[in-house]
């Protein structure tokens, strides 16, 4: 039987290697420090985060060739309980080389290869027999998965009575949509999307939530404002957090951060309010780390106490 409340699920991780450089010149060989290895993908850092709170999760997630079996070791390196569903096609790697002589960061992401429509039910199974209280899905589909594979996860979570929080975007959202979820987190960008606008001004937002709510799309909608905070928003509720103004050097993760707090939040049973200051609190000090670290927990902590007490 499954112990874990929370659930991550990853059909796309990534084993995300790290570096610098000093300047960035065509032709020449660019001399790089030693690079810095990293279990990435939404699900996963989600895990991440939750960890850093001092909760626990289950990660699901897909693993192939010797870069899985990379990535699985750096799971279990963070200590984050973990089923991987062993596929074909090698676990894609993505690439983040910062530049020190002025300080911009560059990111490569890589396609993975393509998963089977027997290796997507393999994952839907492992999903459908877990049962968690929450169920996490995060991140982009890999190549191969159909777009409604998110929707099928929705479905999983209503037979288990699961709470699902799905953070992706595009088609594969708009279809969660259809099915229902209990919390979405969209930036502001992806909100206009699947509303179908160009682009949304703040005060247009807790319309643009209230009618994807009113649809039956999702309970909570959280859209996240980058350096401005996020607002919250369900049927009846309306609230917004500022974020906390703090010395940025990489923005990677603070979107998986702010999903790992909120769930994380959800599950020690806090209000919205104080679920919403911790998706701010952890999605800010995100921020505050280098690459593909996420954030630590003391961090974490003084910036949702500033919140609270502000
Ligand atoms: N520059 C910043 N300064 C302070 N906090 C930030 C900054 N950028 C992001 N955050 C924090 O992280 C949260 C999530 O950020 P954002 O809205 O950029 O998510 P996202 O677009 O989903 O990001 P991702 O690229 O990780 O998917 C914000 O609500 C905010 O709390
Ligand atoms: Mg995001």
Request: include cysteine.
């Given at each position: 039987m499954n112990t874990y409340d929370i659930i991550t699920l990853t059909v796309?991780?990534?084993?995300?290697?790290?570096?610098?450089?000093?300047?960035?010149?065509?032709?020449?060989?660019?001399?790089?420090?030693?690079?810095?290895?990293?279990?990435?993908?939404?699900?996963?850092?989600?895990?991440?985060a939750i960890s850093r709170l001092g909760g626990s999760s289950l990660?699901?997630?897909?693993?192939?060739?010797?870069?899985?079996?990379?990535?699985?070791?750096?799971?279990?390196?963070?200590?984050?309980?973990?089923?991987?569903?062993?596929?074909?096609?090698?676990?894609?790697?993505?690439?983040?080389?910062v530049d020190d002589n002025t300080n911009s960061q560059y990111r490569f992401g890589f396609t993975g290869g393509e998963i089977t429509d027997e290796e997507e039910l393999t994952v839907l199974e492992a999903i459908a027999n877990l049962k968690p209280k929450f169920l996490v899905g995060s991140g982009s589909l890999s190549e191969g998965i159909s777009s409604d594979f998110y929707q099928k996860v929705a479905?999983?979570?209503k037979k288990s009575n699961s709470k699902l929080i799905v953070d992706t975007s595009g088609e594969a959202l708009e279809k969660v949509l259809q099915t229902g979820a209990f919390l979405i987190k969209p930036n502001v960008g992806e909100l206009a999307k699947l509303i179908g606008v160009e682009r949304l001004e703040?005060?247009?937002?807790?319309?643009?939530?209230?009618?994807?709510?009113?649809?039956?799309?999702?309970?909570?909608?959280?859209?996240s404002l980058g350096p401005q905070g996020a607002v919250l928003v369900t049927k009846d509720n309306y609230e917004f957090v500022p974020a906390p103004n703090v010395?940025?050097?990489?923005?990677?993760?603070?979107?998986?951060?702010?999903?790992?707090?909120?769930?994380?939040?959800?599950?020690?049973?806090?209000?919205?309010?104080?679920v919403i200051r911790w998706g701010v609190a952890c999605g800010s000090a995100a921020t505050m780390n280098e690459g593909t670290q996420l954030f630590k927990g003391s961090d974490a902590q003084r910036l949702f106490d500033w919140l609270t007490n502000k």
């Amino acid at each position: 039987m499954n112990t874990y409340d929370i659930i991550t699920l990853t059909v796309n991780p990534a084993l995300d290697k790290s570096t610098h450089f000093k300047g960035l010149v065509a032709e020449q060989k660019i001399r790089c420090s030693e690079p810095r290895f990293d279990a990435g993908g939404g699900g996963i850092n989600v895990s991440k985060a939750i960890s850093r709170l001092g909760g626990s999760s289950l990660a699901v997630f897909t693993s192939g060739g010797p870069l899985g079996k990379m990535l699985e070791e750096l799971v279990a390196k963070e200590s984050i309980a973990y089923q991987a569903v062993p596929v074909q096609s090698w676990t894609r790697e993505s690439f983040v080389a910062v530049d020190d002589n002025t300080n911009s960061q560059y990111r490569f992401g890589f396609t993975g290869g393509e998963i089977t429509d027997e290796e997507e039910l393999t994952v839907l199974e492992a999903i459908a027999n877990l049962k968690p209280k929450f169920l996490v899905g995060s991140g982009s589909l890999s190549e191969g998965i159909s777009s409604d594979f998110y929707q099928k996860v929705a479905e999983i979570a209503k037979k288990s009575n699961s709470k699902l929080i799905v953070d992706t975007s595009g088609e594969a959202l708009e279809k969660v949509l259809q099915t229902g979820a209990f919390l979405i987190k969209p930036n502001v960008g992806e909100l206009a999307k699947l509303i179908g606008v160009e682009r949304l001004e703040m005060e247009e937002v807790n319309d643009a939530a209230k009618q994807i709510i009113a649809k039956g799309g999702a309970e909570i909608i959280v859209v996240s404002l980058g350096p401005q905070g996020a607002v919250l928003v369900t049927k009846d509720n309306y609230e917004f957090v500022p974020a906390p103004n703090v010395a940025k050097r990489s923005t990677v993760g603070a979107g998986d951060s702010m999903v790992g707090g909120m769930v994380w939040a959800l599950s020690q049973n806090k209000s919205l309010k104080e679920v919403i200051r911790w998706g701010v609190a952890c999605g800010s000090a995100a921020t505050m780390n280098e690459g593909t670290q996420l954030f630590k927990g003391s961090d974490a902590q003084r910036l949702f106490d500033w919140l609270t007490n502000k």
